[in-house]
């Protein structure tokens, strides 16, 4: 067992910056409110519906049938199904990461990083950092006079990202990476950080898991220093039926079947419907200016399978 650093909950304010308003502004608030009013409607909506499901599956959404396991999908027992769920993917979580996209995971975190404006020296932080891909990435940029932070409520997940920080070289991670690193079992949705203390934040394929979105947006929005950005990519709730449809087969017909072959097909069956729940690039760009950044820019990553939302605060 690996000595990790445990802490409490602590919900801080959320922190943002207002500018003035002048009418473009205003006309882009108003946007941004009725995105994010469709988003709660839509959230509402299922979670209606949600209670209302069978005991035997995970939940409903829009009258459907939710697959993936007990509970992923139940309001107020979701946060805990999820980190079952990640503690028991933990093994082969890497591996099977590996093999489904082709290696392309590494190049859309190796993105996202750039996009955290992550530089030599900075603290940085890694929010649902699993085994750790991206904060390892970040310790690469911050170089030894940097600090990163990787956070995470999988404790398995955590155990597995110490034991790549500790492995030779040689060993994946390809080197050493020369900066501090530290690993703390936490929630995103209660960030146990003061306000203002990173230069630069990820998330990877942790937005979609978490119970209350706006809840992790305005924490990363508080831990962050003035002028910081981060940068959150996760799977694309695509408006492009093409890309929508691609999607679907790529899940259901390559990634299910693979995720079977190590007894975990309801745990992958989970991911479809966590990405049709998960608000589009525009629904997200509207929740982190909610949320307290100044800027939001949703980006396609990987032919738009990917997304990658870059939250940056107000200087
Ligand atoms: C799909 S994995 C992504 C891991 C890693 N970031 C990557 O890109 O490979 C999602 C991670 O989010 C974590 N997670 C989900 N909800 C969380 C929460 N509320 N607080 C902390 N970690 C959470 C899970 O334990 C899991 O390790």
């Given at each position: 067992m690996h000595k990790l650093a445990h802490h409490q909950s602590v919900l801080g304010s959320a922190a943002g910056a207002r500018a003035p308003w002048p009418a473009a502004a205003q006309r882009a608030q108003r946007r941004q409110w009725r995105d994010t009013q469709a988003w709660a409607a839509r959230t509402e909506l299922q979670s209606a519906t949600t209670s209302a499901a069978q005991p035997s599956t995970s939940g409903r959404f829009d009258g459907e049938e939710l697959p993936g396991p007990?509970?992923?999908?139940?309001?107020?027992?979701e946060a805990a199904a999820r980190q079952q769920l990640f503690n028991r993917i933990a093994p082969v979580y890497d591996e099977l990461n590996e093999r489904l996209s082709l290696g392309q995971h590494r190049v859309w975190k190796r993105m996202a990083v750039r996009w955290s404006g992550a530089a030599p020296g900075h603290a940085a932080l890694d929010v649902c950092c699993g085994s750790g891909d991206l904060a390892f990435e970040l310790a690469r940029v911050v170089g030894a006079t940097g600090h990163v932070t990787g956070l995470d409520f999988a404790a398995e997940m955590l155990e597995d990202a110490e034991s790549r920080r500790a492995a030779a070289p040689g060993v994946r991670p390809a080197s050493r990476p020369p900066a501090r690193m530290s690993w703390v079992q936490g929630d995103a949705l209660a960030l146990p950080f003061p306000d203002a203390s990173f230069d630069a934040a990820t998330m990877g394929y942790g937005l979609r898991n978490v119970a209350d979105i706006p809840r992790a947006l305005a924490e990363l929005a508080r831990v962050l220093k003035p002028g910081a950005s981060a940068a959150v990519l996760d799977f694309n709730n695509s408006e492009d039926p093409v890309v929508d449809g691609l999607q679907a087969f790529f899940l259901e017909r390559l990634v299910v079947p693979a995720a079977s072959a190590y007894g975990l097909a309801a745990e992958y069956e989970y991911l479809r419907p966590s990405i049709k729940r998960f608000p589009t690039g525009r629904e997200q760009e509207a929740m982190a200016r909610a949320a307290g950044f100044a800027s939001a820019v949703h980006y396609n990553v990987g032919f738009g399978l990917m997304g990658c939302l870059v939250a940056t605060k107000a200087r």
């Open positions: 007990q509970g992923a999908f139940q309001p107020g027992q």
